[in-house]
């Protein structure tokens, strides 16, 4: 009877920790929902939005939706990816042309989990250098759909 109440309790044990291991490596996993680019100056105002398949532009207010391929996608999560989205805010930029209106004003925003996080304003063209390729690659993909 001893034995059988020691074999019974490992048993549990055991089971239970093989319910709790995956629940806790669903919760690290994240979801990154859109990624948007926002430039501004006095005058100017152009946001862009990019999700899984999907492309939304505002240039002054005029709307635009064009698709974007899975391959684009892919390549924006992985630049996205690379970035510590909690921390994105605390990136310093290297230029300040935006301050005389020399630049438009930018910004990148991941939408993460259902969480915005937003970097700190740079000068457009000059991003902070860990949002280098993120910024490069939006870009890409935004002259390629204009030139369309």
Known sequence: MRNFIITATISL????GCKTKPTLFKKSISKIETISLSERTRGTIRDFTL?????????????NSQKISQNDWSKILEYT?????????????????????????????????GTDYQSSTFDSGNP????KNLYNEIQRIIETKKSK
Do not use: C, Q, W, Y
């Open 81 to 113: 990816e690379k970035i510590d989205a909690e921390n994105i805010s605390k990136l310093e930029a290297s230029t300040t042309k935006r301050f005389s209106d020399a630049a438009l004003a930018s910004h990148i925003t991941i939408t993460k989990n």
């Open 128 to 131: 902070p250098l860990e949002l």
């Open 13 to 16: 044990l055991i089971v239970s």
């Open 51 to 63: 999700s899984n398949g999907k492309l939304m532009s505002s240039i002054n207010g005029n709307m």
